[in-house]
């Protein structure tokens, strides 16, 4: 029975369950000297590392004794095929769309290009230790292909589908719904639970998809109700005034997901900045979830998100990149700036909270946290193990709080949480399988 065990050791740290404010709950689990046991892709056993290696004397161990040990990163917001186009100058949302993402999606109607780039796409996310994505394609069905042939040679978690959008775009990135109908049940057909794979309906947002095409996505959701929804609310001021000219008879942008059906506990929005309470009531009954993406909403413009606000009003949340209106693919970049945007709020995100947005949180968004999302016996072993002092100045910072004994798990945390990068990704693993060494 003991065949196939492999032993990971270093500081294992994940959490436990829901987050929670209330300092007597306990929430995470930290083992210095820690290790997990892996069998076939999946975590049997969690302990210190003299105990378990007591328990499978002859398993193999790979040592990183010293280095962080945490559940891989989850982004539950991000555009593959944007991935050419971070850091595109000026413009706030709308023109942000004309003059960088719609040219750059147009060409992955080529499938070897599309692969080119899924391939890129997949190495920078092991790069930055994110092991799983809920991500953008484009309309064309060869990007949604390319990306979930890309995942499933890793093995990895993937969660992506076919762009909807029939007015308002790119000519050449407009698509009939009787097309976007039939195409979308193939590729579900296809991909949805194909391995780890899993198909998210994507209608761009309701200035791209009229009416019709919004109904017949929340359609084909109730015909395959597992399957995620993912799309775009209220990011930009400019884009809400839009929706109220294009959708006169809406009470509020919401309304318009939810006569469609789109407004699920399957759904994840992005952004969600400009939402009256009554929204966020509403996102809150139906279970819905808002990615905020805070590198993308400075970068573009587009606003502050409130992210105390919005857990007052019952909204669950994670926290996403949005590459490429995001500028970064790393979630520790990402957790810097959501940072200091709930910082301006008035709002400390401490980094028990921070790191359980970007892991076990946004599994439970998801809803894979049965799968992944921490290193409970018979989840994945997706995982990536860092290193808390790589550069000078992170060096610096960790003696000075040893010399001072306030070195503990929160204030290395703190420092990756503000200070880190891909730098400080040792290596990322993926059903146990290394699948990225810096
Ligand atoms: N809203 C509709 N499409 C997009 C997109 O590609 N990026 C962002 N940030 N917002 C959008
Ligand atoms: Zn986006």
Redesign the pocket.
Known sequence: MNENIKIIRGEIFDFLGEFTHDASQPVARFLTDGAIAIQNGKIIDINYYKDLQAQYPDAPCTDYSGKLILPGFIDT?I?FPQTEIIGSFGHQLIDWLSSYAFPAEKEFRNEDYAKAVAEIFVQELFKNGTTSCLA?STVHKESVNALFETASKYNMRMITGKVWMNRNGDPALMDNTETAYTETKELIEKWHKNGRNLYALTPRFAISCDDESLALQGELHREYPDTYIQT?LSENKQEVKIIQALFPEAKDYLEVYEKAGLVTDRTVF?HGIHLSDSELERLAKAGATIAHCPTSNLFLGSGLFNLKHTHEAGVQTAIAT?VG?GTSFSLLRTLDEAYKVQHLQGYALKPFEAFYRITLGAAKALKIDHLVGNFDPGKEADFVVLDCGVTTTQKMRINFLNRNHALDIETLLFGLQITGDDRNVVATYVMGEKVYEK
């Open positions: 917001h555009h953008f775009h992005a949005d209106g």
